[in-house]
């Protein structure tokens, strides 16, 4: 899984008017990286526990407890 | 933003054997752009109140505490 900095800086540029380094959009890049691994590893633990083979949007508003 | 939802169902798949309903594609993706943008709004604040006009790392960092 990655994230492109493209899009990192998309993001942040999206929500003002300020200039974006590089470090910055690595910096998100990491951190929603780590955050969208945890919540796939917490939703499928769901899903496991349920007995079921697919995730679904239920497990992840439950990962997200 | 968008994230594209071929790359939240890599992200789930990516950390086990199950297969991926659409809608937890999308429940993924709207928490993902949520959590994405609250972080760009509080970093740009830090590096506003900071009278700076490029986001740094540690402005992302520090938007998370």
Known sequence: M???IAKMKEILKSQGDKRVSEGSADEL???LEMFAGD???ESIAVAKE???KTIRASDIREALR
Chains 1, 2 share one sequence.
Request: hydrophobic content about 35%.
């Open 50 to 52: 349920d007995g079921r």
């Open 29 to 31: 890049r990491d951190i």
């Open 2 to 4: 990655e994230f492109s």
């Open 39 to 41: 919540i796939a590893e």
